[in-house]
């Protein structure tokens, strides 16, 4: 059975579904909302009864196959999104600039003073190694002090407060001294002089494996020292900085008393950062 649709002229009064009266070609604005309510719904009737209008489907498309309708893409221009990239850029910016400010660059120094603070008890260990007093696995070696400057230079951006540092100083594996140095304030960018107090202790066998290095390498000794000190920061930022050398001197500089400070011929270090 085939419904009839009646056949209406312009200007013909007819009554819409909600109950309005209006005149064919005449803007219905009840009608023009409620259409706009159905769209949003997904379901469109005509608002002319019995007049069947073929309107696009308002809904999200399906595609061929019956898989899930693809989204809507929703512009990035919105306000939400423009904050979040811009956001993110200042993120990224700001990480950058923190990385190259904070990011730790090795010191350098070099020795510029040293002292001999037991002038008595050095002059007692050439004897030996001169041969001349005699010694055994029971003699007792005195203890040898030295005071020394070095100058540090600080390539860093940031500056700190360094609290004192302690040192271990090491012949083939085997302890023979220590170092403890003085706490300082080191700027940006700046070099400063720091001070330490070193000891040396020998047992006979460590005494007669050095005086046979020296004899052998034209009065040069290596050794190795490891160490480090805690620095404070900006903000109060706690960092320890570790230090190990191999420190190549020339042993007859001690004796020097004006070029005592040439003593050191070389170095290799590295730094770690906790």
């Not at 203890?143 to 004192?164: C, I, R, S, T």
């Not at 490891?226 to 500089?253: M, N, Y």
């Amino acid at each position: 059975m085939v419904e009839k649709t009646a056949e209406m002229k312009y200007g013909q009064p007819f009554e819409t579904p909600m109950g309005q009266k209006t005149f064919v070609g005449e803007k219905n604005l009840l009608g023009e909302k409620a259409l706009a309510g159905d769209l949003e719904a997904g379901s469109v009737t005509s608002p002319i009864e019995g007049v069947v209008v073929d309107w696009p489907d308002a809904s999200p498309k399906k595609a061929d196959n019956g898989e899930k309708p693809l989204p809507r893409r929703r512009c990035c221009r919105s306000r939400r999104c423009l904050i979040s990239l811009a956001c993110g850029s200042i993120s990224l910016v700001a990480g950058v600039v923190m990385s190259f400010l904070f990011w730790p660059r090795d010191p350098s120094w070099d020795l510029v003073k040293l002292e001999v603070v037991t002038p008595d008890a050095l002059m007692e260990l050439v004897m030996f190694a001169a041969g001349g007093m005699q010694g055994d696995e029971n003699t007792t070696f005195p203890e040898v002090k030295f005071y020394a400057e070095a100058e540090v230079h600080n390539p860093n951006l940031l500056g700190g407060e360094a609290d004192p540092g302690d040192i271990q100083v090491f012949f083939r594996g085997q302890n023979v001294g220590d170092a403890r140095s003085q706490p300082m304030t080191m700027t940006p960018q700046s070099t400063r002089i720091v001070g330490a107090n070193s000891t040396i202790r020998l047992n006979y066998h460590l005494f007669q494996a050095m005086t046979n290095e020296v004899l052998m390498n034209e009065l040069k000794l290596t050794l190795q020292v490891s160490g480090g000190a805690w620095v404070t920061g900006p903000l109060g930022v706690r960092l320890f900085i570790k230090i190990e050398c191999d420190i190549h001197t020339s042993v007859d500089q001690v004796f020097n008393e004006e070029a005592r400070h040439k003593v050191v011929t070389g170095k290799e270090c590295q730094y770690k950062y906790f």
